[in-house]
């Protein structure tokens, strides 16, 4: 049996934190390793760095099966350490002065590599049912007449929120607020007056809900609230939508004919994933439910959005410009020579906003109250 002449092709990278994610700005280090056990004429060796979305999905309806897809390209930057023949459309930035032969004599070879995350604003990667966005490094080995060799490896990015955003989001309360008549098994009324401190919390951090329960009604009642993740899919005008319950809290019962304040304070898990709320093709959303339970009747309840955010900028909202708490509701590539300001992280093309909710034919509307978890 003839041994190949290439025995393996790997690439990898250096991690530049704890957490092993990577965010806008970054330095991406890598290298590719190359084992060879003969003399190798090689045509072409290089390593991309490049993002994209994805969502795929089929319908059954009737005897039709439909497919819906589409596709979002955010960047590819490329390394050549060899190359002979025409240069590609990809963008080629800052190469390493080291040139390298085409001809690799037996043994293992290491081609180091540097690409700068864009500071161009591009979601966090993400996997959903059927959608992801994914940032890639790939390398390829071309030889004449042989079969192209190649590898490649995800690289986790969360994308940095800027800084105006973040300051809105620490800034700006959430509040509502609904009532119930009872019928058929109890009687009365209840109410309920809810309020978050902000729209925005860290992965991790505690969230404040405070409110006021007037229980009118002849049966105890107890507040409960759900945080629970929307996951929408877009593609030729439809919306696909997953949603899941991923943290439920109970609080004290309130017995008929009282009024009570109450507050809860829900630690947000961790390794929750940020929202994603610039991705044309999907959207990762969270929301806050709070709702009374009520024996024999449907349950009043109040929903906030919440806008999840990574962990490591926590720091940046404890600055003076950024206070954490506001007031207001009173409750009764290789990278870029010349890199633009973090805070700029305007898109290079221009941002279409995914479709409106209610435009995506069988999908139901936002404003469809029999949607539970809509």
Known sequence: ?????VKSLKVT???VRENGTFTNGDTLNGQVHLEVTKDCKVESLFVKFKAKAEVLWSE???????????????????????QNGDATDDQQLNQNEKTYSDLLVPGSHVFPFTFQVPLQEIPSSFTGSVGEVVYLIETKLNRSMRFRTKDTIKIPFVAKVAPNTLAQLMMTPQHDSKDKTMHVFSSGTVAMDFKIEKSGVFQGEDLQVSGCIQNNSS?????????????????????????KDLLKEVG???PPSASVTVRKIITIPPDLKPSILNCEILKVEYRLRVYLDVKYSSDPEIKFPITILPAFQASAALAPSMPLTSTGLEFTS?????????????????????PPYEGHGMYPSLMDSSVSKQ
Do not use: W
């Open 1 to 5: 049996m003839l041994q190949s002449t």
């Open 13 to 15: 990278y250096n991690d």
């Open 60 to 82: 059954r309806h009737y005897k039709h099966t439909f497919t819906y897809y589409d596709k979002r390209k955010y960047f590819s930057l490329k390394h050549d350490f060899i």
């Open 219 to 243: 049966r105890e009642i107890k507040p409960k609230y759900c945080i629970y993740s929307k996951h929408s899919f877009f593609a030729r005008g439809k919306r696909k939508l997953d949603t």
């Open 252 to 254: 004290e019962t309130v």
């Open 334 to 354: 290789h990278g870029y020579q010349n890199p633009p300001p973090l805070d700029a992280f305007s898109p290079q093309q221009p941002f279409d906003p995914p």
